[in-house]
């Protein structure tokens, strides 16, 4: 009897990581930190500029390295970041 599985095996070759890039409304941020403190991947960092309110914004370091798990923006207080995903057209055949 061949054992049973609750889910299929991950096929390495078809796993594909969304692309895109964020999005940061530099105003509208006041500074927390929370996106940078949990992005597991590290790709943002403190920036040297302020905005208009005095807060520095975080700034993507290397956007080749964000799997868009949206954890940012889930945790952004004032939803001043968020990932825009890359719509890639499917040619019919």
Excluded: T
Aim: proline share 8%; glycine share 6%; net charge negative.
């Amino acid at each position: 009897m061949a054992p049973k599985y609750w889910r299929k095996p991950l096929d390495l070759d078809q796993i594909r990581v969304p692309r895109g890039h964020l999005v940061i409304l530099k105003e509208r941020c006041k500074g927390c930190q929370f996106c940078i403190a949990f992005c597991p991947q590290g790709v943002l960092a403190v920036s040297d500029e302020f905005n208009s309110k005095g807060y520095h914004p975080p700034a993507v370091v290397d956007e080749r390295n964000c799997v868009a798990c949206g954890l940012c923006g889930l945790l952004c207080p004032e939803f001043a970041i968020y990932h825009l995903e890359e719509q890639m057209e499917v040619a019919e055949e």
